[in-house]
């Protein structure tokens, strides 16, 4: 009788809990765009890393020759070759192959990890067919994609600050991740050189871009979240090394470490924080990313075993282990359109051994997921936004429009505008690329996304589009060793 009444309440609490009305989007917004300029100006001046990525090319399209990528970054790791071809040839022929880190790798040794990859990579290297060739004397290139926050002091070295989405390889911190994939290569006899050391982010951006002129910012939604973009590299204060000839840089913001007293912040963020390997840390993307959100889901709904007894008078034991339940399944029973909900009812089964479930209740738990799906998804769209924002592409500017005559006219409404970047089109389009199994997978996150950026811009999302650059960051870091390359 009471069950479902007491699970509509918490629910009804937790759906307020959540709320992203637009006036309050706009406040996430206002506060990226903020605290964007503010990590520019100094380090440590914002929780917003702001990390100048010594990446002041772009491709381009005139890249040539064979290069690799090498993409560590979260749930798979990836090794891929490619064929480039120049203007006429663009990619001629690639191939990649993924498996997935072996979980202890992920909290054991900096030696283990990296020399896992450097396997990987070699027996790649040595399955090769005679369709890929080097140039005469050209020594294999490599771009390594490295999703982890970097302090890069070239483009090819740095340092990790830390780790984040469940990796702690404790003695790697404050290492050169460059040179320990390096020594791992050596040890088993290779030699190739890691040409550029790439964010997946910039990876995205550097694929998108090789396509598209447009492109400007890129954002990952996959096991974590982040962003990158091109800014002006004299709006970049704290750089201390000669300003690139191109008059850009590109930012990986670590927008996941985001925070703002405007996110909506509940009993679920707290707990899951604080359980977390990295508490206090990382805030934005433990609201938004795919190795969270289904987390976010099982913590309601054991609030509502434990209130409502929801699954009987036991709570079912596996449902109080942490990341139990995973996103995918989060998604499929969002997803779910059948009238008894019976995807729904499999999940819980099969995962949970939870039967017998009320198709009331089954609801809820749809409830539930669609609930953080929509909270994560208009976080992220606002955060897209609040870019759009500091690189004067809203749509908001002095004219109240995006067409301008003069490329470096001041677009400032509020002073968190700045110059319009160097490259700025002239019919003022820009384009967004995206990457991540969350944006491509979870439909409903997806369009919940969309439809907030377009309610943000209003008038200004004609001259926006957000684009999936799948795999993008895997080939951009490719490209980017291509252009980064000592031998032409
Ligand atoms: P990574 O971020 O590890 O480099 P991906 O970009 O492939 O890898 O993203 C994988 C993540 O995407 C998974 O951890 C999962 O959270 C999310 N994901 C994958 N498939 C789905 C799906 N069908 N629905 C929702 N999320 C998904
Ligand atoms: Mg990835």
């Known amino acids: ?30 506060a990226m765009a903020v605290e964007m300029h503010a990590g520019l100006v100094s380090e440590g001046g914002s929780k917003l890393k702001m990390l100048p990525t010594f990446v ?22 990836r090794v891929l070759r490619v064929q480039l071809g120049g203007l006429e040839g663009r990619v001629i022929k690639q ?40 140039h005469e004397g050209q020594s294999r290139e490599i771009g390594f994609t490295f999703s982890f926050p970097v302090k890069q002091t070239a483009v090819n070295s740095g340092t990790l600050i830390h780790w984040t989405k469940g990796f702690k390889v404790n003695d790697a911190v404050g290492q050169d991740v460059v040179a320990a994939l390096q020594r791992g290569i050596e040890r088993r006899g290779h030699k190739m050189r890691i040409a550029a050391l790439v964010n997946d982010t910039v990876g995205t951006l550097a694929g998108g871009r090789y396509w598209n002129n447009d492109v400007m910012i890129a954002v990952i939604l996959g096991t974590g979240t982040n962003a990158c973009y091109v800014e002006r590299a004299e709006n970049v204060s704290k750089f201390t090394g000669e300003i690139p000839e191109s008059g850009q840089m590109v930012i990986n913001m670590e927008w996941g470490n985001f925070w703002s007293s405007h996110l909506p912040r509940t009993f679920v963020d707290e707990l899951l924080d604080n359980e977390s390997l990295n508490p206090g840390e990382y805030g ?76 009331g209740i089954r ?14 998804a208009r976080l992220a769209a606002a955060g897209i936004v609040g870019i759009l924002k500091k690189i004067g592409r809203d749509g908001s500017t002095a004219n109240g429009s995006v067409r301008r005559n ?43 996304m969309q439809e907030a950026v377009v309610d943000l811009l209003g008038e200004g999302s004609k001259n926006v589009f957000i684009e999936l650059s799948k795999d993008g960051s895997g080939i951009g870091a490719a490209l980017l060793a291509a252009s980064h390359a000592e031998h032409v």
Do not use: W
Not at 58 to 77: H, I, M, Q, R
Not at 416 to 442: K, Q
């Open 1 to 30: 009788r009471s069950q479902k009444t007491t699970a509509r309440k918490i629910l009804l609490e937790f759906q307020e809990a959540c709320d992203t009305p637009l006036s309050r989007l706009r406040q996430v917004v206002d």
């Open 56 to 77: 002041d090319r772009l491709p381009d399209g005139n890249e040539k020759g064979l290069y690799y990528a090498v993409d560590l970054g979260g749930t798979n790791f």
């Open 95 to 134: 191939e990649y192959e993924e498996v997935a880190i072996p979980p202890e790798l992920m909290l054991g040794t900096s030696q283990e990890l990296f020399d896992f990859i450097a396997a990987e990579l070699v027996s790649f290297v040595a399955r090769e067919g005679d369709d890929f060739r080097l």
């Open 284 to 359: 934005f993307e433990k609201m938004i990313s795919g190795m969270y959100l289904g987390d976010c889901v099982r913590r309601v709904l054991v609030k509502m075993a434990q209130e409502a007894g929801i699954f009987g008078t036991n709570v079912p034991h596996k449902l109080l282990e942490a990341f139990s339940l995973r996103t995918p399944d989060m998604s499929k029973m969002h997803h779910d359109d059948s009238s008894d909900l019976k995807v729904v009812a499999e999940v819980l089964k099969r995962v949970y051994g939870i039967q017998n479930t009320t198709v």
């Open 363 to 376: 609801k809820i738990v749809v409830e539930v997921c669609d609930t953080l799906c929509q909270r994560g």
């Open 406 to 448: 003069n490329m470096f006219e001041q677009g400032d409404m509020n002073g968190y505008h700045d110059e319009l970047p160097v490259n700025y089109t002239s019919d003022g389009r820009t384009v967004v690329a995206m990457d991540g199994g969350l944006y491509e997978h979870y439909i409903e996150f997806r369009n919940y």
